[in-house]
């Protein structure tokens, strides 16, 4: 374990009054929106309004529901083996059937359940939009759609978007907790990662080094090395032994209570070549712009512009990422978008990634990330910053 520095250990979970909170604040914008009732699907939205927290939804197996009315307390249409889980959550609504059913995998009784609802509007919302998915099978979502009474399907993903961007004050805890674990697990590779090792084998100790140091999952960790820099942030880790020369990035989005981190580093072994060299301080030079940038009143395509004007001045030739940050929470990536076009506000209690990278060479790429959380009057780092200079580690 290594010895921490990170602040006290949140309590895990969440208090009733802040599922009634989060609640009330959806139906609010269920009004504006003329909507009956949203159906939820997917693990993060049920979780969320429900504190409903199993890894069971690793099986693809069971579709479970949970429905948010117009006024009052959510209820819950789920497969009977969740049902003990279930009540232990704030839901006292709880219906289940014995699944897997594929016949009549729980519609009947979840179109039962909306109908049960007062109909003021004639719409049901589900989240069919951008970075949504419905995660049943379409035959049932259509089955549902054709057997609701009278009402119309509707797409609240955007809703939902808006909604979860802003974190409480518990939400924030949690995510700065698990950055405070995984930036002293990334400090820590520079006293074991040495010329010689894989990429796989560097990301397995610090795996173990995150999770022996109280984080709860380490399953995300990219990694990318080549001489003089890497051709891409996302296939490793990989076999591939380092040498003398080339230059290495971990990400990782590990979690604490169901909130991510997600940020990186970068190294060089036994030596780095000056553009290299050159092109980290470039993106960790971006990633202040973008710090700067990122207050209330600003937009997303704001803290863009800060970054990328920094690294098209050092010479960037392009991005291949396709944004420079995003959205943190109970997913690894959540919106808004850092880029040219998005224009999202920011708003105290939004938690972001900054994320410059360029290709800086042919077929070499240098990523820099960062998570900050924005406050009332401009930005806290929540990850412990890296060095302005690429560390070269040698054996």
Same mark, same amino acid.
């Given at each position: 374990m290594l010895n921490s520095s990170f602040s006290k250990t949140p309590n895990r979970g969440f208090p009733e009054s802040e599922f009634a909170e989060r609640t009330q604040r959806l139906q609010s914008a269920m009004h504006d929106a003329g909507c009956d009732a949203v159906v939820l699907t997917t693990e993060p939205n049920v979780r969320y309004f429900s504190g409903f927290f199993t890894q069971f939804w690793q099986s693809p197996t069971r579709p479970w529901f949970l429905i948010i009315p117009s006024a009052g307390k959510p209820v819950a249409v789920i497969p009977e083996i969740g049902s003990a889980g279930m009540a232990d959550t704030?839901? +006292?609504?709880?219906? %289940?059937?014995?699944? *897997?059913?594929?016949?009549?995998?729980?519609?009947?009784?979840?179109? +039962?359940?909306? =109908?049960?609802? *007062?109909?003021? !509007?004639?719409?049901?919302?589900? $989240?069919?939009?951008?970075? $949504?998915?419905?995660?049943?099978? #379409?035959?049932? !979502?259509? /089955? !549902?759609?054709?057997?609701?009474?009278?009402? +119309?399907? @509707?797409?609240?993903?955007?809703?939902? /978007? #808006? #909604?979860?961007?802003?974190?409480? %004050?518990?939400?924030?805890?949690? %995510?700065?907790? @698990?950055?405070g674990i995984a930036s002293e697990a990334f400090a820590n590779v520079e006293n074991y990662a040495r010329a010689g090792m894989s990429e796989r084998e560097v990301c397995k100790q610090m795996q173990l080094d995150l999770l022996s140091s109280g984080a709860d999952t380490a399953g995300y960790m990219v990694a990318g090395s080549g001489k003089g820099g890497y051709d891409s942030?996302?296939?490793?880790?990989?076999?591939? #032994?380092?040498? %003398?020369?080339?230059?290495? @990035? @971990? =990400?990782?989005?590990?979690t604490w209570d169901g909130y991510f981190c997600d940020f990186d580093r970068n190294w060089g072994f036994e030596t780095a070549d000056d553009a290299s060299l050159r092109a980290y301080e470039v993106v960790w030079k971006a990633t202040e712009a973008g710090f700067m940038a990122a207050r209330p009143g600003a937009t997303t395509s704001d803290v863009w512009r800060a970054m990328n004007e920094v690294m098209v001045d050092g010479g960037s030739l392009g991005n291949e990422v396709g944004r420079l940050g995003h959205g943190l929470g109970i997913e690894l990536t959540e919106r808004p978008s850092n880029t040219s076009d998005d224009g999202t506000p920011l708003k105290a209690g939004m938690i972001l990634t900054l994320e410059p990278g360029m290709t800086f060479a042919a077929g070499k790429q240098m990523v820099h990330e960062e998570n900050i959380v924005i406050t009332d009057d401009g930005a806290e780092w929540l990850t412990q910053r890296a060095a302005p200079e690429m560390p070269v580690l040698k054996n």
């Open positions: 704030w839901i +006292e609504d709880i219906r %289940t059937w014995s699944s *897997p059913r594929p016949e009549d995998d729980g519609i009947s009784l979840l179109v +039962e359940a909306v =109908d049960e609802l *007062p109909r003021r !509007f004639g719409k049901v919302g589900m $989240t069919l939009g951008a970075e $949504t998915m419905l995660r049943m099978p #379409q035959r049932n !979502f259509e /089955h !549902f759609r054709n057997k609701l009474s009278g009402r +119309e399907v @509707i797409d609240v993903g955007a809703i939902l /978007h #808006q #909604q979860r961007m802003v974190k409480s %004050t518990l939400e924030i805890e949690k %995510t700065r907790y @698990i950055c942030i996302i296939m490793g880790p990989t076999n591939r #032994q380092l040498a %003398t020369g080339d230059i290495l @990035i @971990i =990400d990782t989005g590990s």
